[in-house]
């Protein structure tokens, strides 16, 4: 597992929108349309966000990469309550960075009911916090906002 909290300006690219998923300074752009769709969302995670306002039954393919990003606060479930994108498809091996974006208030990630691998901390405010971890396993791995969890603040990552 690799969990690491660091300012995204000492990566770089925050300004100008560089990098993975991030096409502007627009959160309310979701960072669905610029990869493949997938479209074999287990079961499980298809039930699960059921009540997520951004998940239409699809997510994104990113079996290709080694980093992928999600943002934290976009826009989505009446307000910036969302992970965008909501699916993500990975091979073992991928690292995923949960990027705050500082809308919505404060936000974490967690696996439902405190079952294992994720959990970022306690919720922050922030608009420079990241989170991440690696996935080597094959599975479906199901994650959620703790404060905001009622208003549909989830999000899955597959690992085929």
């Not at 995923?96 to 294992?116: F, M, T």
């Not at 994720?118 to 906002?145: H, I, K, R």
Request: proline share 6%.
């Amino acid at each position: 597992m690799v969990r690491r909290r660091a300012v995204l300006a000492a990566i770089g690219g925050i300004a100008g929108g560089s990098l993975a998923g991030c096409s502007s300074d627009d959160p309310s752009e979701s960072t669905e349309s610029d990869y493949p769709e997938y479209t074999d969302v287990p079961d499980e995670a298809e039930e699960y966000l059921s009540n997520t306002s951004n998940f239409d039954g699809t997510g994104v393919d990113r079996t290709d990469a080694d980093e992928v990003s999600v943002t934290v606060g976009a826009r989505g479930n009446t307000g910036y309550l969302a992970f965008d994108p909501a699916v993500v498809a990975i091979s073992p091996g991928t690292t995923i960075v949960w990027e705050w974006n500082g809308r919505g208030g404060a936000h974490n990630v967690a696996s439902p009911d405190d079952q294992e691998p994720l959990y970022s901390g306690p919720q922050v405010n922030s608009d420079s916090e990241t989170y991440a971890y690696t996935f080597e396993e094959s599975g479906t791995y199901l994650y959620v906002c703790d404060p905001h969890r009622i208003q549909g603040m989830k999000g899955a990552i597959v690992v085929v």
